[in-house]
DNA sequence: AGATATACCTTGACAGATGAAGTATATCGT
DNA sequence: ACGATATACTTCATCTGTCAAGGTATATCT
């Protein structure tokens, strides 16, 4: 069973700019490479990945171009900011924050009266 | 600096389903164990929480009663049915795999060349 | 009388995700 | 030579959850 869209909205450019932190890349390769971190549990939809692409530019994360002709179609390859840098910082930060206020939301408490 | 909406969205009804796991409830005490459970860091707004109660009638998680008149404004009381307890089980386990997956995701891995 | 806490409800707008459709190149099997 | 498949990117319309903003009502405290 897929993961619901709900619960990875909002990681997608996090997850993007880890691999922009890496090196720079370009959508098929970033792909691949969820694919084969989650062991083939998770990927994204063409049009999210794309879109955030697009949206991140916007905000000034990353920069493209396009990679030298090579075999296969053109890639267009994504470059990683400073502030795309400081925005994978905080996201990430976030992540953690919020991985531990779920675990104490999502779990069960004793009905006890001393609070 | 407050958790953004994106990273909670779809957690929305699994945390209500949480409590109702526990007992009946309402919207006020729900939002009230919220922010106890997690120290302040975290509230619904209220008009989140309540399109999430009428999300979930409608899909037959929990059903509604009226409070019996006590002091203060009258309250409506939420019970989690045996399809919200089964939604809930779903719910929890994707939380625990989302979280794996997000481990993985959001990590910076070593550039090797053996894979 | 006014402020505050409790408690609920509705509407409109926004933003991210995505189904669907399209474009283009290279490779592999027959 | 031809079709299937993999690589690779793009755009648009639609859907859904969140939430700002506004509203209603009761009880308590000063």
Redesign the interface.
């Known amino acids: 069973?897929p993961?619901?869209?709900?619960?990875?909205?909002?990681?997608t450019d996090?997850?993007i700019l880890?691999q922009l932190?890496?090196?720079d890349s370009y959508g098929y390769e970033i792909n691949k490479n969820?694919q084969?971190?989650?062991q083939g549990?998770?990927e994204f939809k063409e049009a999210t990945l794309y879109t955030a692409f697009k949206r991140m530019e916007q905000n000034g994360w990353i920069t493209a171009y396009w990679g030298e002709d090579g075999p296969g179609a053109r890639r267009r390859y994504y470059a990683i900011t400073d502030a795309g840098r400081e925005e994978w910082k905080r996201r990430?930060e976030?992540?953690h924050?919020?991985?531990g206020?779920?675990d104490?939301?999502?779990?069960?408490?004793d009905?006890d009266e001393s609070?």
């Open positions: 069973m993961i619901s869209a709900d619960i990875l909205r909002g990681h996090t997850i880890t932190m890496e090196k969820v084969k971190r989650t549990q998770y990430s976030e992540w924050r919020t991985r206020l779920l104490a939301l999502l779990v069960m408490e009905n609070n």
